[in-house]
């Protein structure tokens, strides 16, 4: 790694509350990969390293805080159904029928994928870590990686729940949380749901995490009916996972849609993140998630794209607007979740639901995980530039230009995407053998 300045008309930093508009700025990057300085070129210090001059704009690389990439292969199946039996008679049996290698081909694919979206940190639970993990480090992106724990139809052949929990603690144990160059790997518990494990499997996994200081990565609350048994016994999930002890490490729970103001009251309690994931949502018609109530309650709340199998893609920037238009709809208020407050959610917030200050955002000692936005193109118009307006600039950014005009991206300062091409691997190679391991499983 080499160090370098990065020079455009405009940089975001979102860095803080409002967010910030550099013009004619900078953001240089150290021999290590990270930031050394953010701010405007006129006040940047002097340097040797060599300058890239881009047009258009910079901001931190996206973070998607909850994904199961790899079924990228599965995309368009069951598409009509609802949550519980798009599982079960078609997830499942599907994911029966999926090995290692064709995780693999599936995490490259979306990986892909996201990187043209300017997405340069997904959070996935999953199974066959290990493939998911090689395929990132291919891909020079980066994974906050939660192996998956589960006990459900066609998982025994994975191990038991027991098994998986333990297997994740030996894997930290070994190589510790973050690893690889530039950190890009960190280790957490995937624990599925509750309606998948029993509260015991829940509550030792939670303590396992809280014993290393690793994220608990868990589903809760998505759709009516799914959690009906744990309901009966403790009230809701939220009330479960309290009662049971397995709140107060890092935990992040992915939906939280069916809650009630007691839920969201546990939930602030105990400093839990939330991966919101209004496109999955919406297909599977599990419900509006109450952003507004859980943000005003203090809630740290991340975007996510779920499953390209549920979604059907890995767009965080559709899911910015979604996001958006649910709360504003929800509430019947416009200014229920500004353009602004959801390109937070897609940068630092993310970055803060899952305890990070080192991504997500432009400041002196973060990863320089950089995204280049085209703000010239046909899509987008001149609207960004020439106006001194900040406001108008930003939300043209979310609303109008998008995945679309992402055109480069860093991640720890090296540049993985260049004019929207992939530097490390090759898409035509990639795309093909996602199309074999996807045809093999849906056949």
Request: glycine share 10%; net charge negative.
């Amino acid at each position: 790694m080499s160090a370098r300045r990065l020079h455009a008309p405009v940089v975001l930093p979102c860095d803080g509350g409002a967010v910030t508009v550099l013009r004619d700025a900078v953001v240089d990057v150290d021999d290590a990969g990270r930031i050394a300085f953010v701010g405007p070129v006129a006040d940047a210090p002097a340097t040797d390293a060599p300058t890239t001059r881009l047009s258009g704009l910079l901001m931190p690389g996206l973070v998607n805080t909850h994904a199961h990439t790899p079924l990228a292969l599965l995309r368009g199946m069951g598409g009509d159904l609802p949550l519980m039996r798009w599982l079960t008679e078609v997830v499942w049996p599907a994911e029966s029928r999926l090995e290692g290698a064709d995780v693999r081909a599936g995490m490259l694919a979306g990986g892909v994928e996201m990187l043209r979206a300017g997405v340069t940190t997904s959070t996935e639970m999953y199974f066959w870590a290990d493939q998911v993990v090689d395929a990132v480090l291919e891909l020079g992106t980066r994974v906050v990686m939660t192996p998956g724990i589960i006990s459900a139809p066609g998982m025994e052949r994975l191990g038991t729940w027991e098994q998986m929990r333990d297997g994740i603690s030996a894997w930290i144990d070994a190589d510790g949380l973050r690893f690889g160059p530039g950190d890009r790997v960190e280790l957490g518990y995937g624990a599925h749901s509750a309606y998948t494990l029993t509260a015991e499997a829940v509550a030792t996994t939670a303590a396992a995490a809280r014993e290393r200081d690793a994220l608990l990565h868990i589903h809760v609350a998505e759709a009516v009916g799914e959690d009906d048994e744990v309901r009966a016994v403790f009230g809701s999930v939220p009330a479960m996972l309290e009662t049971t002890g397995s709140l107060g490490g890092r935990v992040l729970a992915a939906h939280a849609i069916q809650l009630s103001d007691q839920d969201v009251e546990i939930l602030a309690r105990h400093d839990v993140a939330v991966a919101h994931c209004p496109g999955s949502n919406a297909k599977l018609a599990a419900g509006v998630a109450r952003v507004a109530e859980m943000l005003a309650a203090g809630l740290r709340m991340g975007l996510g794209t779920d499953s390209p199998a549920s979604n059907d893609d890995l767009d965080l920037w559709e899911e910015q607007r979604l996001a958006s238009l649910f709360a504003r709809q929800r509430g019947a208020d416009a200014t229920a979740l500004t353009a602004a407050d959801a390109l937070a959610l897609a940068t630092r917030g993310g970055a803060e639901a899952l305890g990070r200050d080192d991504i997500g955002r432009l400041r002196p000692g973060a990863w320089a995980d950089v995204v280049h936005v085209e703000l010239d193109g046909p899509d987008v118009g001149a609207a960004f530039i020439d106006p001194d307006d900040d406001a108008q600039l930003v939300s043209n950014l979310v609303w109008s230009a998008g995945a679309k005009a992402v055109r480069d991206v860093w991640v720890a300062g090296e540049q993985v995407l260049a004019e929207r091409a992939p530097t490390r691997v090759d898409p035509a190679e990639v795309v093909a053998a996602a199309r074999t391991s996807g045809r093999r499983i849906k056949g």
